[in-house]
């Protein structure tokens, strides 16, 4: 009778198969858990920064740059558009107010001045015929008076005579009554002529009045025209330096069109290009400062542009005492704008971390310095210089405020 054999259920080939799986398995694992951060890297200390947090005063404060203009520009535009005939000085000049720069040439507006000179000449001719008529009339109506005033003392002389006559006997009531009513018609003409004489007077007055206000509207038309011509030779308005002229003998220019500027040389300001996420921060009286031939000048913000152009927008600003010397208009600045008042903060120096953290973690050593590993921090406003640290850090922590790039996802660092 066949005996049957237990089949064995643990041979070395599956056991041997069971410790590959069982190596293989741990091997995995090993390296899941060093590729999910938790392992270190080796770091030269030469090829980072260390640096300390500290406490001390901090402002908030932006880079700008901004560019030397002069104080005041005055801008030269063609009052009347012309030809122009004749230059008296270049580009870069030095100008005294007054002083010719250019002359234009225009035809009709010279012939409209002429015939303005003639029609003032024509109405002051016209004028004074009227004045002289005036004049002969009102002699005229004086001599009436004249004349109607001493027939009037007669018939009152021989009314009176006569009535002294009549009461004698002398004359007849026909003769009182004929030199009575010669009186009193020569008191109604009398009145009659008193009132043309005035009535006259009214008018002549009213003629000259109306005459005169229109000579001088006239007047005023050909003054106003003499400027127009004047105004074809450009002059300069202010003291200053010319600058920017654009004219050439010869060239046409239309009323309004930009023939050049005058700097005013008697200060400068600063012309400031801000991005526009400032603008809700930026408002006169502002300051800003900046470094030149090794000595700090502070800047005031004395205008704010609210328009905005490619994202940014523009400030003037104004030297708050002395202006630099040997500062000189186009020259760049480089500014610091503060946008906050001075405060004792918790500060760690700019650099490369916040690109790769946000300034959410730092690299932080430890006692002795020969390891570092992450800190959870919280950041809050910044300047040139320095971040403002409100959590994760005390004064005299030293961090790594260099890049992190080839760092990865690495928890710790081993310094040597």
Do not use: C
């Amino acid at each position: 009778m066949d005996i049957p054999i237990e089949k064995k259920r643990f041979t070395p080939a599956r056991i041997a198969m069971f410790a590959g799986g069982l190596l293989l398995l741990i091997l995995i694992i090993f390296t899941i858990v060093s590729s999910a951060g938790g392992s270190k890297l080796n770091v030269k200390k030469e090829r980072i920064t260390v640096s300390e947090v500290t406490q001390g005063v901090f402002q908030e404060n932006i880079p700008v740059n901004g560019v030397v203009l002069p104080i005041t520009t005055i801008y030269l535009d063609a009052v009347e558009g012309g030809r122009v005939e004749e230059k008296f000085v270049e580009d870069g000049t030095m100008m005294k107010k007054g002083e010719p720069i250019l002359r234009l040439s225009n035809t009709d507006l010279e012939l409209s001045l002429v015939n303005q000179e003639t029609a003032v000449y024509n109405l002051l001719t016209q004028m004074q015929i009227q004045q002289n008529a005036a004049r002969q009339n009102t002699i005229n109506r004086l001599n009436q008076l004249t004349d109607v005033e001493n027939s009037l003392v007669e018939a009152k002389r021989v009314f009176e005579l006569n009535k002294r006559l009549h009461e004698k006997d002398a004359i007849g009531r026909q003769d009182l009554l004929e030199s009575k009513n010669n009186y009193n018609y020569q008191q109604e003409r009398m009145k009659l002529a008193k009132e043309v004489v005035k009535q006259d007077s009214i008018a002549s007055d009213q003629e000259l009045s109306q005459a005169e206000s229109s000579y001088n509207r006239t007047r005023n038309a050909l003054k106003l025209m003499r400027k127009k011509v004047g105004d074809l030779v450009v002059r300069a308005p202010v003291d200053g330096q010319l600058t920017s002229l654009d004219a050439e003998i010869g060239q046409s220019k239309t009323k309004g069109e930009r023939l050049g500027q005058i700097d005013v040389l008697s200060g400068y300001k600063v012309r400031v290009d801000v991005d526009e996420h400032y603008i809700s921060r930026i408002y006169s009286g502002q300051s800003g400062s900046f470094t030149f031939n090794n000595k700090s000048y502070t800047l005031v913000i004395k205008k704010v542009y609210t328009q905005v152009t490619n994202g940014r927008f523009q400030v003037d600003m104004v030297f708050e005492e002395d202006v630099p010397e040997g500062i000189r208009r186009g020259q760049t600045l480089q500014i610091r704008l503060a946008l906050s008042q001075e405060k004792e903060a918790l500060l760690i120096p700019k650099g490369g971390f916040f690109q790769k953290t946000g300034g959410n973690w730092v690299f932080k050593l430890d006692e002795n310095g020969e390891s570092a590993y992450r800190q959870d921090i919280r950041l809050g406003s910044q300047n040139t210089e320095y971040y403002e640290v409100l959590e994760g850090l005390e004064p005299g922590d030293k961090v790594i405020t260099s890049g992190y790039d080839n760092f990865g996802d690495i928890q710790e660092l081993i310094l040597n």
